[in-house]
């Protein structure tokens, strides 16, 4: 399967933005969904994950409440919803699939997030 994320771009710190994961190749349905982020000079870092089916999500906890992820397998692609922005917020975003939760086999290729104060 191959992932595209889209959606980053430059805003202010208190906005909205709304990134998404798109596959194309074999059914989306089959893989739990993942997103991550890595800021300038830092680790690469959890954001959220979506059950196969959609029924189960979970998220960082520093992120809970602020973030958001879902899915349309109809339209073989996952989405996060990112509001009240920080620039603690900048980093590449990236999306990955996998059979389940911390099995990741396919990444995409990021997108980047900027936040100005």
């Known amino acids: 399967v191959q992932l595209q994320a889209s959606g980053g771009g430059l805003v202010q710190a208190g906005d909205s933005l709304r990134l998404s994961c798109a596959a194309s190749?074999?059914?989306?349905?089959?893989?739990?969904v993942g997103w991550f982020r890595q800021a300038p000079g830092k680790e690469q870092e959890f954001v959220a994950t979506?059950?196969?089916?959609?029924?189960?999500?979970y998220g960082a906890d520093n992120m809970k409440g602020r973030f958001t992820i879902s899915r349309d397998n109809a339209r073989n692609t996952v989405y996060l919803q990112m509001n009240d922005l920080k620039p603690e917020d900048t980093a590449v975003y990236y999306c990955a699939a996998g059979p389940v939760h911390r099995q990741y086999n396919y990444w995409g290729q990021g997108t980047l997030v900027t936040v100005s104060s």
């Open positions: 979506i059950s196969r089916s959609g029924d189960s999500t």
């Open positions: 190749g074999r059914s989306f349905s089959v893989y739990a």
